[in-house]
DNA sequence: CAAACACATGAACAGTTATTCATATGTTCA
DNA sequence: TGAACATATGAATAACTGTTCATGTGTTTG
């Protein structure tokens, strides 16, 4: 791939250049970095922690999840459809309802290191 | 964004009311879940994330990571803004030039969860 | 089959957000 | 002091997102 035309450029050009050319190698890929921001914007929204967190105890069904989260059934559904969409959750068919319980080990291991984070500060 | 709900339960409320007490019981505060979806809102956006990367590498100056990351000026420095205030960057004045640097050893370790996530997809 | 229930989903709306543009602040040096 | 440079920031805009409302799908049961 051809080096981007500098936009912008401090005027020590010279002195960073070889940094600038030492970290455009060692940056992830461009679609690893997109999808990395995708995968953190779904742990974005306090709702789809909320339900991540409950399903992190134990697998339930769509309208225990609203009664315990005080949300709507539909807003739920909505969310755990992108949740499932990722791979973070999955369902399991029992007549009438669909139960859901985590779908990938990680889950727990990010948001234990975004909580890490929060309980560091002063 | 959270609306208070009419609460919905389906039939077997006698079945799942238990479980719901115990799940009531161990979900983590609901300002400790607000506080982390503000945080990974952070890591949710693409240009922040290519920040972070840039600067788990080196320290970088505000023209150098606005030439690798080919943003503008501008757009670099209201991101930088955002990492600052949430102290995953640090930045440190050098003359004209604002050099910054990660200021919490968990954003590596965030990062690499998410990722994990990634890589592990069939 | 029809009714009741659990869940899913499309459309619309309100709130949020990242970028751009213009401009301000802060620093160095002639 | 004033010009040039590096960075910061306010306002405006376009794009995105979560919820609600209405309705559709799939399952059980009378």
Redo the contacts with the bound molecule.
Sequence with gaps: MEKMNPVEM???SEVHEALIEKINRSLPDEDDIYDLAELF?IF??S??IRILCVLSVSEV????L?AVLN????????????LKANRLIK?R?E?????YSLDDEHVRSIIAAGMEHLKEED
Excluded: E, P
């Excluded at 709507?72 to 992108?82: D, E, F, G, N, P």
């Design positions: 401090c005027d020590m914007k974005g929204d709702s789809r069904c769509v309208c225990d609203a949300m709507t059934q539909s807003a739920v559904s909505h969310q755990l459809r992108i369902g068919r007549g009438k309802q669909v139960f």
